[in-house]
């Protein structure tokens, strides 16, 4: 099993910056990919970003330019950087890793994780 650990969630005034942090314990070797996810009250949990095996990065448009997400594998851990932070982008940030590479286009199919962490919030006003 995996367990992933979020934190870096905070209330910040849009245009700010935050960086979420999620820490991997347990079989870590067996992560193939990751991603970040966010679910706003009485909305659908989507995909925000993702970084595969290789290194390769996917993003949402609503986030392209502002989000980075990176990884140390080192330190087990996933980051995502928020620059330029809007109110719409006030959620509850989700980690999650699957054990094989998501399908090309699939990095925001919950489908293709298998562990998920317990969530950090962001909220951010205007």
């Known amino acids: 099993q995996v367990q992933l650990v979020e934190s870096g969630g905070d209330s910040v005034q849009a245009g700010g910056s935050l960086r979420l942090s999620c820490a991997a314990f347990?079989?870590?070797?067996?992560?193939?990919?990751m991603g970040w996810f966010r679910q706003a009250p009485g909305k659908e949990r989507e995909g925000v970003a993702a970084?595969?095996?290789?290194?390769?990065?996917s993003y949402a448009d609503s986030v392209k330019g502002r989000f980075t997400i990176s990884q140390d594998n080192a330190k087990n851990t996933l980051y995502l950087q928020m620059n330029s932070l809007k109110p719409e982008d006030t959620a509850m940030y989700y980690c999650?890793?699957?054990?094989?590479?998501?399908?090309?286009?699939?990095?925001?199919?919950?489908?293709?994780?298998?562990?998920w962490g317990q969530g950090t919030q962001v909220t951010v006003s205007s």
């Open positions: 347990g079989y870590t070797y067996s992560i193939d990919c």
């Open positions: 970084i595969d095996s290789e290194g390769s990065t």
């Open positions: 999650a890793s699957g054990d094989r590479p998501y399908y090309s286009g699939g990095y925001d199919d919950t489908r293709e994780y298998t562990y």
